[in-house]
């Protein structure tokens, strides 16, 4: 089955200042990869995402790069913020049907006024 | 994106009682996903429901204990049975979303403490 990997556990970085977290997968047949946030006692929120065709996509100060020959991915935030402080997870799915996802382990981002 | 309720948001319960969590969804979908997040821990998956078949388990996770129902297109439930203290977590239900494929959306979580 497919792993995850998330890179760091915990972040810390000055206000405006950008952050970035990796997540490396296992299995060659995921294409697709979503990034939550999760606020403390809050529901995972989808961030943003990206399919195998695309190689980055940009939301505001939210960006995803992937590099399937390596199997990885990664989450940047720029000009971060204080309500930017929270988990974050990665995931991997296939990119067809409703199909289940692996999380990474979590990178909890704190952003420092 | 679907609106998508639990309940009970939160329950403290007595080891070896048994504790059934609620996901309503506002349109009709066809996987909903059950997770496990213990605390400060990602997200496990327990089980896949789809209407109309049974649920299919996660390594780790039987039926005896994590009995699933999904009656129809918009409902599922989720038992805790016989539980322990090893049980306390966060239970999530999520639903695909329209964004495409893959795309999954989660409920608000029900808080599980098993004293």
């Known amino acids: 089955g497919e792993n995850v990997e998330q890179h760091p556990s915990t972040l810390s970085v000055q206000e405006g200042d950008s952050a970035v977290i990796k997540c490396t997968y296992s299995?060659?047949?995921?294409?697709?990869f979503p990034w939550y946030k999760q606020e403390l006692g809050k529901r995972p929120q989808l961030i943003i995402d990206?399919?195998?065709?695309?190689g980055e996509k940009k939301d505001q100060r939210i960006a995803v790069t992937l590099n399937k020959t390596a199997k990885h991915f990664s989450l940047h935030i720029t000009e971060t913020q204080p309500e930017d402080s929270a988990v974050y997870f990665c995931a991997a799915g296939p990119n067809f049907g409703n199909e289940k996802l692996t999380f990474g382990t979590g990178t909890r981002l704190t952003i420092i006024p | 994106s679907a609106v998508i309720s639990q309940k009970p948001s939160r329950d403290i319960c007595q080891r070896g009682t048994s504790l059934t969590i609620q996901c309503q969804v506002d349109?009709?979908?066809?996987?909903m996903f059950w997770y496990r997040q213990q605390p400060g821990q990602s997200l496990t998956l327990i089980a896949t429901a789809n209407q109309g078949s049974e649920a299919t388990y996660e390594s780790g996770f039987v039926i005896d204990k994590f009995p699933i129902s999904r009656p129809n297109l918009t409902f599922s439930t989720l038992t805790v049975s016989n539980m322990s203290p090893e049980d306390s977590s966060i239970y999530l239900c999520?639903?695909?979303?329209?964004?495409?494929?893959?795309?999954?959306?989660f409920g608000p979580g029900t808080r599980l403490t098993v004293l």
């Open positions: 349109s009709q979908v066809t996987m």
């Open positions: 999520s639903v695909g979303g329209n964004r495409g494929k893959g795309t999954q959306y």
């Open positions: 299995d060659s047949a995921s294409n697709y």
């Open positions: 990206i399919r195998s065709n695309v």
